[in-house]
């Protein structure tokens, strides 16, 4: 079965994000789909044929990794933005963990916007890690290196170019402050729901 790309039309008119930034990045985001369906039928076929040991396979697999989290992260990211944001104290898992694990609320946006400022593209993602029931927030230079392994993404950010420089050229800061007035803290919520305390 197919990935098939995500609707998030509904994000246009986003405060801090002209249509016309979202629209290009949703169109970025529907190559990542595209890229990842192509790439698994290449690779079925040529286990189908036998060819599991040729260059060209292990090209594949190595890419697959890029563009299938180039499509999971954007989706990550466009489904923790809301144009109706309400404070993260009403997503009070979340709430406790910035208070348990940074101190404060404040100190954990201190360290993911000091993250986001830093040189250089890539990501900024708050992960849960099961194990020691902490959230950590980590820069991931490439879609496909750097993930803590057991953790599980719960607020992410883009910081390639193609997120902000249409918007705010390079005001990274800027636009860092424009994505945190658009969290959609129960969506970040929802997805450490299913962990048990």
Do not use: Q
Request: glycine residues 8%; charged residues 30%; hydrophobic residues 40%.
């Amino acid at each position: 079965m197919a990935y098939e790309v995500k609707n998030y039309d509904g994000l246009l008119g986003l405060k801090g994000f002209s249509d016309i930034l979202l629209k290009n990045h949703f169109t970025l985001y529907s190559g990542y789909v595209a890229n990842t369906n192509k790439l698994v039928d290449k690779m079925n076929a040529m286990i189908k044929e036998g060819k599991t040991g040729e260059p060209e396979y292990a090209e594949l697999k190595r890419r697959f990794g890029w563009e299938f989290n180039g499509m999971r992260l954007h989706e990550l990211y466009f489904s923790n933005l809301t144009k109706d944001p309400i404070s993260v104290e009403h997503a009070k898992k979340v709430h406790k963990k910035m208070i348990d694990d940074f101190g404060s609320v404040e100190n954990f946006e201190k360290d993911f916007k000091s993250s986001g400022a830093m040189r250089g593209i890539g990501w900024v993602i708050t992960y849960y890690d099961i194990s020691a029931k902490k959230i950590f927030n980590i820069w991931v230079n490439e879609h496909d290196v750097g993930h803590l392994s057991g953790c599980v993404p719960i607020l992410v950010l883009d910081v390639f170019e193609h997120a902000y420089m249409v918007e705010y050229g390079l005001k990274k800061a800027d636009y860092i402050t424009s994505f945190f007035s658009a969290i959609d803290w129960k969506e970040v919520e929802k997805r450490i729901e299913w962990v048990k305390d």
